[in-house]
């Protein structure tokens, strides 16, 4: 079982840029993948991005978020980073990371694949 523990998340206005920070138990090169969602209030549970520890970092992102978030890892720290930049009100949600078993190539952005979850960090956007 691996504990997540996210944090960074806060108010900005629109445009504005936060950094959101997921820390696991345990984090290496040989992981599953790890991937950022999103929760709005009255909706369903979104994919963000997903990075593979142990295909060197390779990321993916959803389309909605492509070019404006980028998501990082750094194995020593067991962080995971998700950098968020020109933020617009409809990017308000809860966020959350989660880690897989699986490589991301099969767990993708399906929320199904992921076995541990954080307790998520609430970012809001102001227009």
């Known amino acids: 079982q691996v504990q997540l523990v996210e944090s960074g998340g806060g108010s900005v206005q629109a445009g504005g840029s936060l950094r959101l920070s997921c820390v696991a138990s345990?984090?290496?090169?040989?992981?599953?993948?790890i991937s950022w969602f999103r929760q709005a209030t009255g909706k369903e549970r979104e994919g963000v991005a997903t990075i593979s520890p142990s295909g060197g970092g390779r990321s993916y992102y959803a389309r909605s978020v492509e070019g404006r978030f980028t998501i990082s890892q750094d194995i020593a720290k067991k962080t995971i980073y998700l950098q968020l930049t020109s933020l617009k009100p409809e990017d308000t949600a809860m966020y959350y990371c989660?880690?897989?078993?699986?490589?991301?190539?099969?767990?993708?952005?399906?929320?199904?694949?992921?076995?541990?979850w954080g307790q998520g960090t609430q970012v809001t956007v102001s227009s």
């Open positions: 345990t984090y290496t090169s040989n992981s599953g993948c």
């Open positions: 989660a880690s897989s078993r699986m490589s991301c190539a099969v767990a993708g952005l399906g929320a199904v694949s992921y076995n541990n």
